[in-house]
């Protein structure tokens, strides 16, 4: 097999995932051009070529996606129609847009795993606020909007018939709570020829009021029984699919020890940032192969991490500050990844950092002082 770098990769959207991207397809000398609405996107000064647009604009999507060789995504709202158009044309396009346009609607996304056998909780579809009195039988529940949701926005928890006025008047969907012992993510790549690989599984702990990925616990020291169920049922989810490139499948464990699939990301994603240093390959360099359908890489960890999200300060916009990260570089085993992104705002992510070593138990100890050390301020 010949591998010709000059091959052209264009991605919609220019945050902080297509950042990471970048810095991994430029050791193989590849060339990425990014598309964002965002004049300042994280992307724009490491893309080969960046263009200010609208990602969910049929034209704009069009126009960008015919300078590349193969396209795809770090997020899922974008304009799907252009992107089938861009494979009728030849273009190689992943994840397909087929697949996209299940994923962006948790209906769509909820009913797929119900049709294909994929454990999930129970739900219902809510077109407009006032149909949540019709399903009183399933609180407490999560109340999710169909589309634009992302980073905790667009999901409001409704405990009690009291918190149903919260509900979106909007499509959603009401989810029923599962009774889990765990939140886990898997992270599994396919390429065109049909291999697969999965990333360790991993353990995820949320912000308590944002639905944010505080922290992130590798590997999860679940029992391994389960975690070879996880891997199996990540890998039956992007078979389903029949989908190329990296899919992060977000998990619940039951009480019982059971498996239930949340939801799922058709792209890189916050569950796998510690792959950067935890992991051989990195879950950035993974989806890069996937897509130019190359052998997938080493999964294995490299020792045990924790991944701490840098969130905005909730009482501080403006021009961003970091008060104890200088402190934070004196500890070893820490790394930093800052996002590019001059403006903080109330829960922003800016930043991670991943703390590797061989003692778990430790690692989660400093994570946890880092976290309340460290404040992002204006």
Same mark, same amino acid.
């Not at 889990?180 to 992270?187: H, L, M």
């Not at 490139?245 to 977000?250: F, Y």
């Not at 359908?293 to 294995?300: E, K, Q, R």
């Given at each position: 097999m010949t591998f010709d770098p000059s091959i052209s990769i264009g991605v919609l959207g220019g945050g902080q995932l297509g950042r990471m991207m970048i810095q991994s397809a430029m050791n193989l000398n590849l060339e990425v051009a990014c598309i964002d609405p965002d004049p300042n996107a994280p992307c724009k000064n490491l893309a080969?070529?960046?263009v200010n647009g609208d990602i969910t604009n049929y034209d704009e999507v069009l126009a960008f996606g015919e300078g590349c060789d193969v396209i795809t995504v770090e997020i899922e709202n974008?304009?799907? $129609?252009?992107?089938? $158009?861009?494979?009728?044309?030849?273009?190689?396009?992943?994840?397909?847009?087929?697949?996209? /346009?299940?994923?962006?609607?948790? %209906?769509?996304?909820?009913?797929? *795993?119900?049709?294909?056998?994929i454990p999930t909780s129970d739900f219902v579809l809510i077109s407009k606020k006032e149909e949540l009195t019709r399903h009183k039988n399933l609180l407490p529940a999560a109340n999710?909007?169909?589309?634009?949701? *992302?980073?905790?926005?667009?999901?409001?928890?409704i /405990?009690?018939?009291?918190?149903?006025?919260? %509900?979106?008047?909007?499509?959603?969907?009401?989810?029923?709570?599962?009774? *889990?012992?765990?939140?886990?993510?898997?992270?599994v790549a396919r390429n065109e020829k049909g291999e697969m690989s999965t990333f360790p599984v991993v353990e995820l702990e949320y912000h308590p009021e944002q639905n944010l990925v505080e922290f992130l616990f590798s590997p999860s020291e679940i029992d391994l029984s389960i975690r070879?169920?996880?891997? $199996?049922?990540? /890998?039956?989810?992007?078979?389903?699919?029949?989908?190329?490139?990296?899919?992060?499948?977000?998990?619940?464990?039951?009480?019982? %020890?059971?498996?239930m699939v949340n939801e799922c990301a058709p792209r890189t994603h916050n569950s796998g940032h510690h792959t950067i240093e935890g992991n051989i390959t990195s879950q950035f360099e993974q989806h890069i192969r996937a897509i130019l359908?190359?052998?997938?890489?080493?999964?294995?960890i490299k020792g045990s991490a924790v991944m701490i999200n840098l969130l905005g300060h909730p009482d501080h916009s403006g021009h961003a500050r970091y008060e104890g990260l200088a402190e934070a570089m004196e500890i070893t085993g820490m790394h930093l990844h800052l996002y590019g992104k001059k403006i903080t705002k109330?829960?922003?992510?800016? %930043?991670h950092l991943t703390l590797v070593g061989d003692d778990l138990t430790a690692l989660k100890t400093k994570a946890r002082a880092l976290k309340e050390s460290i404040k992002i301020i204006a």
């Open positions: 080969s070529h960046f974008v304009n799907i $129609e252009a992107l089938e $158009e861009l494979e009728r044309r030849g273009k190689k396009v992943f994840p397909q847009p087929s697949v996209l /346009k299940i994923i962006k609607d948790k %209906g769509f996304q909820k009913q797929f *795993y119900l049709d294909h056998n999710k909007l169909r589309t634009d949701g *992302y980073d905790g926005k667009g999901v409001q928890i /405990k009690t018939e009291a918190d149903l006025d919260k %509900g979106f008047e909007a499509p959603s969907l009401l989810e029923k709570f599962v009774d *889990y012992q765990k939140e886990i993510s898997v992270i070879n169920n996880a891997r $199996e049922l990540a /890998k039956k989810v992007i078979s389903e699919f029949d989908m190329v490139g990296l899919l992060a499948v977000e998990m619940f464990v039951t009480k019982d %020890g059971g498996l359908n190359l052998p997938l890489g080493d999964t294995s109330p829960f922003r992510k800016m %930043g």
